[in-house]
């Protein structure tokens, strides 16, 4: 192989290795993942008040993992695939989960603790909690950075024994309240090992946004 | 004279360039760790000598080689110049002066870098001297470190075995690390302290450290974990504390009374844990 030759490759390839480079450097500069913007409501006092519904489902039944275990966001009064929420600083944010899945139990008790709620404790099915027995979570809702870690009970047959057919029987409510801090974007995640199939139960969906983790935009 | 000129200006460049870097270094450049411990004193003196020898010997080769390229490069210098090249080709002092140059450069790196190696084997491995020359080896605070994906979490197994999100340490007593990890393999990265341990799932790892000031001490995973590494950290509100002893008593006050009621719910104080539970999903 001629000199010429030999450069001509060894600079194309630079310059291959080198568009590529910039190319994903570019995308990881300018990744902005679609957010949902959560609902807010004012009272006739004129006070803000900003609302997160979401649910958690075993099986999502949608898009490229079907199987996989998700949050749901209800948007216009429609269950929406996205875990890239937007919520406003210096904010209470009033949360409600209704839990669909069922128990696994936690892998550390240590996050069995509900922490960094208002009044350090969250309402299941209109009765307040503030620790749980680490071996009935279903997935936890956990946003370390703010401190935030509130576990959500699984569904059982024992819990539901009317009938478990009955959409209205079939999940856990969860209610509470945070207070958000200075603009940021934090992630969330669940710390319940609920991937079943995945290592540890902590591959696919617990490893995926869009499933068992996301951002939490804070503007 | 003139190929002694050729030499004397650059290398005055060289000379005065040098000074401003390691004065930077010495006293204006943060180089990591700090000097919250011996431990990590050593190791940002370490980095501080090798930044110093690699800065001033880059600056040398690049000084030298830009004056002599823009000098003798030209294709209008002096007939008396001769070809480029030919002059250091044949030229054995100079010759010598460059390989003595490097081999000198090269075997300070190998033995300093021994020495301090040897002698940092605190970090992980043994007590710090300081900690045995103030006899504190007798009573260490055992800090068990345990890594999830993806926070790490700290038990007092001598105050009643509570757990916390936030590492908090006194001043002037040793601090045993037992750090463990419950699912994949992380790494226990004490910035400030100059200490990074693996974590191993069913493994107990000791490592140690004796702190003399309060100081601020970010915690991060220093071992690519999954898709929230780059969060595993203590920082900011989260942050990592190292306290006066009667602040640490006052902390453990207020954790007994926050975290205490949990007790009950943690597994029984051990140096690795099965994760559990055996089965996962639903």
Known sequence: ????????????????????????????????????????????????????????????????????VAYL??????????????????????????????????????????RGTVGGV?????????????????????????????????????????????PHNTHVTITFSFKTGAPETVQWQC????AAG???GNGGPMQTIGYMDGYLKIV | MTTRRHFVIPGLIVAALSLIWDLL??????????????????????????????????MAVVVFGLYFTLLFGRHDRPAEMGLPGRAARSNVPLQAAWIGASVVLVMFAAGFGVVELEGQTAPALVVPAQALAAGAQKDPLIVQVIGQQWQFTYRYPQYGGFETQQLRIPTGRLIQFDVTSLDVTHSFWAYQLGIKIDA?????????????????????????????????????SQAGEALTPSAFASWLSYAKAVYGPEEKNLPKFALTYYPEPLQYGS
């Open chain 1, 1 to 68: 192989m001629s000199t010429g030759r030999k450069l001509l490759i060894v600079v194309s390839s630079l310059l291959v290795g080198a568009v590529a480079l910039g190319v994903y450097v570019v995308f990881w500069l300018s990744y902005n993942p679609q957010s949902i913007t959560a609902p807010t409501s004012t009272n006739s006092s004129g006070q803000v008040s900003t609302h997160l519904f979401l649910a958690t489902t075993g099986s999502i039944d949608y898009g490229t993992h079907p199987d996989w």
């Open chain 1, 73 to 114: 966001i209800r948007q216009d009064g429609k269950w929406v695939s996205s875990t890239v929420w937007q919520v406003p600083a210096h904010s209470t944010i009033h949360v409600t989960i209704w839990e669909y899945d069922s128990q696994t139990g936690l892998r550390n008790p240590f996050i069995s603790m509900v």
């Open chain 1, 122 to 166: 969250v309402e299941e099915n209109g009765k307040a909690i503030k620790y749980m027995n680490p071996n009935f979570p279903a997935h936890s809702f956990s946003v370390p950075d703010l401190g935030l870690n509130v576990p959500l009970e699984g569904i059982t047959q024992a819990s539901y024994p009317a009938d478990l057919t009955n």
């Open chain 1, 191 to 194: 710390f319940v090992p609920c």
């Open chain 1, 198 to 200: 995945y290592l540890y």
């Open chain 2, 25 to 58: 270094v010495a006293l204006v450049l943060h180089i990591p760790p700090g000097y919250a411990t011996t431990t990590a004193a050593d190791q940002t003196v370490t980095s501080q000598v090798f930044a110093i020898i690699a800065g001033d010997a880059g």
């Open chain 2, 200 to 236: 191993n799932q069913g493994v107990n790892n000791v490592g140690y450290t004796y702190v003399t000031k309060p100081t601020v001490i970010d915690v991060r995973c220093g071992e690519l974990c999954g898709l929230w590494h780059g969060y595993m950290t203590n920082v900011g």
